[in-house]
């Protein structure tokens, strides 16, 4: 479906009942893409500087972090149907008050690659949601809905359930109307995302990677944040994005639950797939720390299987 044919009836919350998404499901959705708006409004008109404080792995929190993730709680909390929160800018998961007997646990990344907030690139914010009230002991493979919020030239809603994924894109009225709903990634890369070069130093194999996609012709396109660098593939319809380990980050620098599990969820909806430098697949890693991390390769499965095979050489 083309930009161009926005059909402001095709909103996200009508839209997705007729898809057959669920009540409570849906509430947790909206509240989401709703919460998403004053975040794009903060981001457009609030101050881009550091607070005083850091987040649980020590990195610094801009102001714009901690008021992404009161934002997006509060609006969960309201819900009435959300029973725990977790979020990369904070230590421990929070219990909310839930009444319904539906009950969701909800991940976010509130604002992935604030350290680009000030060069005014595009940046973005995750969501994982699972039944039930806990995170840990689950995989990627008990997630019920994922996706993200792009903060870029337009803001951009990008949702994936069991039934399907779709782009939803802001109108002039505030409303996200669906935009595509046909995100497919195609078996072969045509793009690649290589983060973490440094690690190249360390890493020959990688090096010989980032060759072996320079050689074939792949096109280089990487800005440094999680969301947009995926978002790109999926607009254009293939790629691959790499954050292999290295020294300073033995395990992989990105988190399961915040950043890894949503994509590989919703790269798979696509037709993708999404593994760690090993060749296990990231929706079957299970999840026994919050703030648990992995390498990634993510994107068109030619390329993923392929990046594992050098990588292991
Ligand atoms: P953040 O959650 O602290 O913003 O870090 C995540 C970001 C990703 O969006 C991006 O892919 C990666 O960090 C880039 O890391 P680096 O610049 O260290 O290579
Ligand atoms: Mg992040």
């Not at 130093?201 to 280089?220: D, H, M, N, Q, S």
């Amino acid at each position: 479906m083309s930009k161009k044919m926005l059909d402001p009836f095709l909103r996200v919350d009508p839209f997705l009942r007729d898809v057959g998404v669920t009540d409570d499901l849906r509430r947790v959705i909206f509240a989401i893409a709703h919460a998403g708006k004053y975040v794009a409004h903060a981001i457009r008109n609030d101050n881009l500087g550091y607070s005083e404080s850091a987040n649980s792995s020590g990195e610094k929190q801009l102001t714009l972090d901690l008021m992404s993730d009161a934002i997006f709680c509060n609006h969960l909390q309201s819900t009435g149907v959300v029973a725990r929160f977790a979020s990369e800018e904070q230590k421990d998961s929070v219990p909310l008050h839930c009444t319904s007997e539906e009950k969701f646990a909800v991940a976010f990344d509130p604002l992935d690659g604030s350290s680009l907030v000030d060069t005014d690139f595009a940046i973005g914010s995750i969501f994982t949601i699972f039944r039930g009230s806990d995170f840990l002991g689950k995989t990627g493979k008990d997630i019920v809905a994922s996706g993200y919020i792009i903060y870029g030239p337009r803001t951009v809603f990008m949702v994936a359930t069991r039934h399907g994924l779709w782009e939803f894109t802001e109108n002039v009225i505030g409303e996200f109307v669906l935009s595509r709903d046909d995100l497919r990634l195609a078996p072969d890369a045509e793009y690649f995302a290589p983060g973490n070069l440094r690690a190249t130093i360390e890493r020959p194999e990688y090096e010989k990677l980032f060759l072996y996609w320079a050689r074939k012709g792949t096109t280089l396109r990487y800005s440094g944040g999680m969301v947009p660098d995926i978002h790109m593939m999926l607009a254009k319809g293939s790629g691959v994005f790499a954050y292999p380990s290295h020294s300073k980050y033995p395990e992989g620098k990105l988190r399961i639950l915040f950043e890894c599990a949503p994509f590989a969820f919703l790269i798979t909806a696509a037709g993708g797939i999404a593994m760690d430098e090993h060749g296990v697949n990231i929706l079957d890693k299970k999840i026994t720390a919050l703030h648990q991390r992995t390498s990634i390769i993510v994107g068109s499965r030619n390329d993923v299987e392929k990046a594992v095979e050098i990588l292991n050489q």
